[in-house]
């Protein structure tokens, strides 16, 4: 059972367009981190979220921490073909300083 | 934010050699540090958390004599596989913890003969 669940696996869009990535769990985490990894490289940092229903905005990227600290989503507005990348949610749980990754989201943003 | 680096970027080795790989934080400390083995288009699957100044804690599954973890100091830790084969190839990655947030290195990629 994976647990964190995320959401959509692939995604193919054309640039311009919106989307939104999400990632969703029966557990309470602490925190939540999104990360972005290119091929052959270490997933880099996006953003960390700790409180329930925080907002956080990362020019056209937004991030959102369910209020219950369960969920998490990511919306992208009109994605660029730099957005191309590997998307991944991890999650840490009470006082263990160990993630939780999502499956990842492979998103291609098509010129 | 905070840089990890790893060394080497990419080992080929023959079969029955061990490789080691090192993981440094370089602007921080950390008393943690992470290692994780990636498959293509999959996402990262934790193998052991590294304890500065005391033994590693491995995931289930995974071979503590296989994969040898130390952590020497508070900005370094090495995995070492040692008699490798080519079932042990894949992307290796790292990460150091600071403030709530895994920090990654670049990754190593190892490939066995």
């Given at each position: 059972t994976q647990l964190l669940e995320q959401s959509p696996q692939f995604l193919s869009i054309q640039e311009g367009e919106n989307l939104t990535v999400y990632c969703n769990s029966s557990s309470v985490f602490s925190s939540l981190q999104w990360y972005r990894q290119e091929p052959g490289e270490g997933p880099v940092l996006l953003v960390t979220v700790v409180t329930g229903g925080e907002v956080k905005k990362l020019k056209r990227l937004t991030f959102q921490f369910g209020d219950a600290r369960k969920d998490s989503s990511l919306h992208i507005t009109?994605?660029?073909?730099?957005?191309t990348g590997l998307y991944l949610c991890a999650g840490a749980q009470g006082g263990s300083e160990k993630l939780v990754f999502g499956k990842g989201t492979k998103l291609t943003v098509n010129p | 934010g905070a840089v990890v680096s790893q060394h080497p970027s990419w080992v080929i080795c023959k079969s029955g050699t061990s490789v080691k790989i090192e993981c440094r934080s370089l602007d921080f400390q950390a008393t943690t540090m992470f290692w994780y083995r990636q498959f293509p288009k999959q996402s990262l699957m934790l193998m052991a958390t590294s304890n500065e100044g005391s033994k590693a804690t491995y995931e289930q599954g995974v071979e503590k004599d296989k994969f040898l973890i130390n952590?020497?100091?508070?900005?370094l830790s090495t995995l070492t596989v040692t008699s490798?084969?080519?079932?042990?190839?894949s992307f290796y990655i790292c990460s150091a913890n600071k403030v709530e947030t895994q920090y990654f290195g670049p990754g190593t990629r190892l490939l066995v003969l």
């Open positions: 009109a994605a660029q073909p730099g957005d | 952590h020497a100091s508070l900005t490798a084969h080519p079932e042990d190839s």
